[in-house]
């Protein structure tokens, strides 16, 4: 069991560029979130997955964000037509289910938009 | 909707003194509540979590936390505090389907 691994861990690009990050849960954990943590700020629920399902969306997260978890294992977070207020530390956690679960959380990804 | 404030922004303490961190939550249900230590450059790691049963609980590194649901508090506490403490910590009260709320984190400095 290696954890919850996130790539990259860190992405700088320009405004209006679209980026892509990656999240590989803990082996055989079906839900996983996706948070956003800004600086001086505690992290902020994006969305989770269950499997391969999408169940729920923060209305934090506009159009221009959308996730993925084709297979049920790994997940991706694109943003396109970045901005600068997209800069933030992005955080990818697994559980294995249940409503009681801890959730482990990789390093996560930050990103800077310049 | 469910809510966490934790009222410190930063606390510095010395080496061996005793620590203690607020938490206050606003949730409709019983609440799942957890604690959550950030150091630079590393992911959240939980320390501790209430679910039900004891109001006290035990966790990693020497951490305890009392929930008082009347006064809708999980405050976290630790009676010597070491340097390697030093960190970022973050209350987190969950929903059924397992996302959390954080709080804005208390920033912990320890004093040689």
């Known amino acids: 069991d290696t954890g919850v691994s996130q790539d990259p861990r860190h992405k700088i690009t320009k405004r209006g560029q679209n980026v892509t990050f990656r999240c590989d849960p803990i082996s055989e954990h079906n839900r996983l979130y996706w948070y956003r943590q800004t600086l001086g700020q505690g992290p902020e629920f994006l969305t989770y997955?269950?499997?391969?399902?999408?169940?729920?969306k923060s209305r934090l997260l506009s159009d221009r964000f959308s996730a993925e978890r084709p297979k049920g294992s790994f997940s991706t977070l694109e943003i396109q037509r970045t901005e600068q207020g997209d800069s933030a530390m992005y955080l990818c956690?697994?559980?294995?289910?249940?409503?009681?679960?801890?959730?482990?959380f990789g390093p996560g990804t930050r990103l800077t938009v310049l | 909707a469910q809510s966490v404030t934790q009222p410190d922004i930063h606390i510095t303490v010395s080496e061996g003194a005793s620590l203690e961190l607020r938490c206050n939550y606003s949730?409709?249900?019983?609440?799942?509540l957890f604690w959550y230590v950030q150091s630079p450059g590393q992911g959240l790691q939980l320390l501790l979590k209430y679910f039900s049963g004891d109001t006290l609980v035990q966790g990693i590194k020497g951490f305890e936390a009392e929930f008082k649901r009347s006064q809708s508090s999980f405050n976290l506490r630790k009676p010597s505090v070491h340097w390697s403490d030093a960190a970022e910590y973050f209350c987190a009260v969950g929903a059924v389907a397992g996302k959390s709320t954080f709080g804005d984190g208390t920033t912990l400095t320890v004093k040689p």
């Open positions: 997955f269950q499997n391969e399902a999408q169940l729920e």
């Open positions: 949730y409709g249900a019983t609440p799942y």
């Open positions: 956690a697994s559980t294995p289910g249940g409503p009681t679960d801890t959730q482990y």
